[in-house]
């Protein structure tokens, strides 16, 4: 018999992506966690750990290996042991020897629950740095909220000027906030 030909299927690149977000953004190694998750974890991980710390630090640094760690976190940790004690043993056991770890008791819960955050799918330092590069974007934040924003109206009774309260300072005629919307989405 005779054999089959194959059919060459030529895949041609599309001109535009229907899901932006796919594109290559930037240059370097493509992220493998999102920045809010590992923030997000870490504000979790901190809490569960400054609950705990009083009685789990001493035991927890006086182990001296994996073991000695989950069962630090199984006599002293609950009801929040399950969050750390098999998986993480290691990592905690290796960050609590780093020469970096804090001397203070609420550094050290940052530390842990900030370098435990991205794992597994990042490093304890990037984890660190993911988290201070997030508190310095929201301290660059301005405090400070609009608490009042006022429209220059054209009234149909003849007025000109500032609007007041999102309306006509003359008639009271309300500004419509549906029409500004629109416009907003037209444009």
Request: some cysteine; proline content about 6%; charged content about 30%.
């Amino acid at each position: 018999m005779p054999k089959r030909k194959k059919a060459h299927f030529r895949r041609e690149k599309a001109q535009k992506t229907l899901d932006p977000y796919l594109e290559k953004r930037s240059r370097g190694r493509p992220t493998q966690v999102a920045r809010s998750t590992v923030t997000g974890r870490a504000e979790n991980y901190r809490g569960a750990l400054e609950a705990l710390w009083l009685k789990l630090n001493e035991p927890l640094l006086a182990a001296k290996d994996d073991d000695g760690v989950t069962e630090a976190f199984e006599k002293y940790g609950q009801p929040y042991a399950n969050n750390f004690a098999p998986r993480f043993s290691g990592e905690i056991l290796a960050l609590i020897r780093d020469p970096l770890f804090p001397k203070r008791a609420r550094a050290q819960v940052s530390f842990l629950a900030e370098s435990l955050a991205g794992r597994p799918e990042v490093s304890a330092r990037r984890s660190r740095d993911i988290c201070a590069k997030e508190r310095q974007h929201e301290r660059a934040q301005s405090p400070h909220k609009i608490l009042r924003k006022e429209f220059y109206v054209e009234c149909s009774c003849g007025y000109k000027g500032p609007a007041l309260n999102n309306a006509c300072r003359k008639c009271g005629a309300g500004i419509s906030l549906v029409s500004e919307i629109l416009l907003l989405i037209l444009a």
